[in-house]
């Protein structure tokens, strides 16, 4: 069975500074690996996803991440926090079949 | 292109009741899921549809949920009795395929309390 863990449940970050949430999974052939971003009361919206080809991932709102099979690990970083960035990300695995395993989700709190 | 549509957006219902959820998926996509996201933490799967069949629902709670999606397109979810602990978002999405790969498009859930 696939897991996902996210390190941090609350991340604070002040503007400007770099965004970094962790995300590591568990699966016995590698996945696709997805970061889905929530804002209030909204739906769960796709910043990226990695399936082949180049590790390192670029995707919306200045978000990239860089799969690095041999740390089974799925970091999403963004080089300058915005106050817009505020939301909860969720890391997330699909192994075929494309049924989505979610982690517990990071909160991101960006402060001016 | 309109997105995944679902209702009601806010549900409160007294425990032992029952509430149903209805989801319309984006045109054309083959494949729905209903997910169930609990407060705190992250959306786990309830059901998946392949068209009108049902391909995984190993974590819906059969004694209580029930979905369906019937012609292959819109779809409901219904829970009856509904307990304290089903109060969660219950989010819709749908994909173009069944193959890994494809990401989704997620509905804005519907919110349910119950109490």
């Known amino acids: 069975a696939q897991s996902v863990t996210q390190l941090g449940s609350h991340v604070s970050v002040s503007e400007g500074a770099l965004v970094l949430l962790r995300c590591n999974y568990s699966?016995?052939?590698?996945?696709?690996l997805f970061w889905y971003v929530q804002y209030p009361n909204q739906g769960l919206q796709l910043l990226l996803k990695?399936?082949?080809?180049?590790?390192l991932v670029k995707g919306i709102n200045g978000f990239e991440a860089e799969f690095k099979k041999s740390e089974t690990s799925f970091h999403l970083t963004k080089p300058s926090a915005h106050m817009s960035d505020a939301a909860e990300y969720f890391c997330a695995v699909s192994k075929g079949g494309n049924k989505l395993t979610f982690g517990g989700g990071t909160r991101v709190l960006v402060k001016p | 292109e309109a997105g995944v549509a679902q209702s009601p957006r806010y549900k409160i219902i007294e425990k032992r009741q029952s509430v149903a959820f209805w989801c319309n998926p984006i045109?054309?996509?083959?494949?729905l899921y209903w997910y169930q996201q609990i407060l705190g933490q992250g959306p786990k799967l309830l059901i998946q549809f392949q068209n009108n069949g049902v391909v995984d629902d190993s974590q819906l709670p059969k004694d209580r949920f029930s979905a369906e999606r019937l012609k292959g397109v819109d779809s409901t979810l219904k829970i009856q009795p509904a307990k304290l602990e089903d109060s969660a978002v219950y989010l819709c999405?749908?994909?173009?395929?069944?193959?890994?790969?494809?990401?989704?498009?997620f509905g804005s859930g519907t919110r349910l309390t119950v109490v």
């Open positions: 990695y399936t082949t080809g180049a590790t």
């Open positions: 045109s054309g996509h083959a494949t």
């Open positions: 699966s016995s052939v590698p996945p696709y």
């Open positions: 999405a749908s994909s173009l395929d069944s193959v890994g790969g494809h990401g989704y498009t």
